[in-house]
């Protein structure tokens, strides 16, 4: 989080100069969960902060938190980052919970708490992690164009527009993939 002092950290895995001493500083890649949720099924991301995707799945509503935790045992995430639409406050919550800091003490829907929490628990062995939620906005006709360039279509469907063409399964691990990217565009 920016600290209103001014002070604005540098995101892990960003590259910085500092002017007084003339070197190159890298930084270890941060690691963020993104998940894209939904009524029946939620896409989830691991991505790092070069832009690698790591995994990208669906998996049905009720298995999400399971697939979150192992993640965040698995990726050691800094953050998680929640797609502000369907379902996202009460999804924040249960992470919260999930997490070890509840899902109430931090303010009432719409609050700025809502936005970005840190949360320390044992499930994560003392790393902050915190959840953020990003702007959905069209990612879904984004993660749409995308699959289809990324399959392109058999016979004669090759010929189509990308406009014309629907896609074969669902993409909402797309869509997961567009969040994180938001969210490091943001912090860069």
């Not at 999804?91 to 931090?106: Q, S, Y």
């Amino acid at each position: 989080m920016i600290d209103p002092g001014g002070y604005h950290p540098i995101p892990r895995g960003l590259h910085h100069r500092p002017a007084w001493r003339g070197v190159d500083v890298v930084l270890e890649p941060t690691k963020v969960i993104s998940i894209d949720p939904g009524r029946e099924k939620c896409g989830v991301a691991v991505v790092s902060s070069e832009g690698e995707t790591i995994l990208k799945t669906i998996v049905p509503a009720g298995r999400l938190l399971d697939t979150v935790r192992d993640l965040v045992a698995r990726h050691g995430v800094s953050t998680i980052v929640i797609g502000d639409r369907t379902g996202s406050r009460e999804l924040v919550r249960a992470i919260r919970e999930m997490l070890g800091t509840g899902g109430t003490g931090n303010g009432g829907a719409g609050s700025r708490a809502d936005k970005a929490t840190t949360a320390t628990g044992a499930l994560h062995a003392g790393r902050d992690i915190e959840v953020v939620l990003v702007d959905e906005h069209e990612s879904s006709m984004e993660a749409r164009h995308r699959y289809l360039r990324d399959h392109p279509g058999r016979g004669l469907e090759r010929l189509l527009p990308v406009s014309m063409r629907v896609p074969r399964e669902p993409y909402d691990d797309y869509v997961a993939v567009i969040l994180a990217e938001r969210y490091f565009g943001k912090i860069r």
